[in-house]
């Protein structure tokens, strides 16, 4: 049985004359515990700040492996120097390019540069 199947049957149509059944049948599939599972599972977003490459593996493998949507907070790594920045600013370049990845700024100041990150079957609506 489909999942439409099972939502028509529970709000009390038949599947063959989608006519309303009786209450009777109404009061069965009450009274039988079922429930129906979301086709596709939740994420989890993962909120970071990189120290290190390692910390930067993670997050591409989070967003490439796991196809998690991944907050990152650049701050550290800007303010360790141009090196470790750069280093980041390359992996998220290849997110993008190569995995179709998006990255989206979502504030910038002197202690926070907080970028989202999600892989390309996660799509980001702007709403103004």
Known sequence: MSFID?????LGFDEETKEPVTSDYAEDILENDFYI???Q???????????????MDYVFDQIVEENNPVIVDLAFLENEGPDPFKMAGEKIKILRKEYKAEAISLCKGHDKNMIIL?????KIIKKE
């Not at 099972?6 to 529970?10: D, E, G």
């Not at 599972?41 to 700040?49: A, G, K, Q, S």
């Not at 999600?118 to 996660?122: G, H, L, V």
């Open 6 to 10: 099972t939502l028509k049957r529970s």
């Open 37 to 39: 599972a979301p086709e």
């Open 41 to 55: 599972p939740f994420y989890e977003i993962i909120l970071i700040r990189p120290r290190t490459v390692d910390d």
């Open 118 to 122: 999600t892989p390309s079957r996660i």
